[in-house]
């Protein structure tokens, strides 16, 4: 099971962490994604990071602005998003990768956690 | 950037017809890296095929997937009540690392 929090109402120019607490799997051996849809558009992936996190890779909309990280010792992934914008508001899904190195698809989603950026 | 254009952007049909979703690649597209969703307002999205013709894990037989190149198809065979949703196409690449089409809403007729 995935389970972001952290959403909520923010001003422009603000920063906001989100979390995903994993639980019934082992976490470290997954990366972990960030995806988002924006209202009325489609999913739009975000970011991701490797097993330990030693590896991360970002959209071009977010590079410089969000980081991602993990903790798996708790089963926690976070987006620490800063210099928000209007168009980074979305619902956040965090997202596990299946774990092979020959397919890449994302095989479970959490619920997702609602950001607005507005003043 | 591979981009993904999914066609048409709505579908409408009644239960029992059979709905057939394109998904076309701008580049050329690893078939080992091609999957599709499914995502209902208000629900996580759910992965129905991988390696574009494998089903996912209790994913039923009325959704096929195929396709190789720039081409890929998302087929449901005979649409149940609950397979009204949106569906999207997605890609791995080296950057971004992934990329989702545009969607395609299936609607009741």
């Known amino acids: 099971q995935l389970v972001e929090s952290g959403g909520g109402l923010i001003q422009p120019g603000g920063s906001l962490r989100l979390s995903c607490g994993a639980s019934g799997f082992n976490f470290g051996d997954y990366w972990m994604h960030w995806v988002r849809q924006s209202p009325g558009k489609g999913l739009e992936w975000v970011s991701r990071a490797n097993n330990d996190a030693s590896s991360t890779t970002y959209a071009d909309s977010v590079k410089g602005r969000f980081t991602i990280s993990r903790d798996n010792a708790r089963n926690m992934v976070y987006l620490d998003m800063r210099s928000l914008r209007a168009e980074d508001t979305a619902v956040y899904y965090c997202a596990r990768r299946f774990p092979s190195g020959e397919y890449y698809f994302l095989d479970h989603w959490g619920q997702g956690t609602l950001v607005i950026v507005s003043s | 950037e591979i981009v993904l254009t999914q066609s048409p952007a709505t579908l409408s049909l009644s239960p029992g017809e059979r709905a057939t979703l394109s998904c076309r690649a701008s580049?050329?597209?690893?078939?080992?890296?091609l999957a599709w969703y499914q995502h209902k307002p208000g629900q996580a999205p759910r992965v129905l095929i991988f390696r574009t013709s494998n089903r996912a894990t209790g994913i039923p037989d009325r959704f096929s997937g195929s396709g190789s190149g720039t081409d890929f198809t998302l087929t449901i065979s005979s649409l149940e009540p609950e397979d009204f949703a949106v569906y999207y196409c997605?890609?791995?690449?080296?950057?971004?690392?992934?990329?989702f089409g545009g969607g395609t809403k299936v609607d009741i007729k």
């Open positions: 997605q890609q791995h690449a080296t950057s971004p690392e992934l990329t």
């Open positions: 580049q050329w597209v690893d078939k080992n890296h």
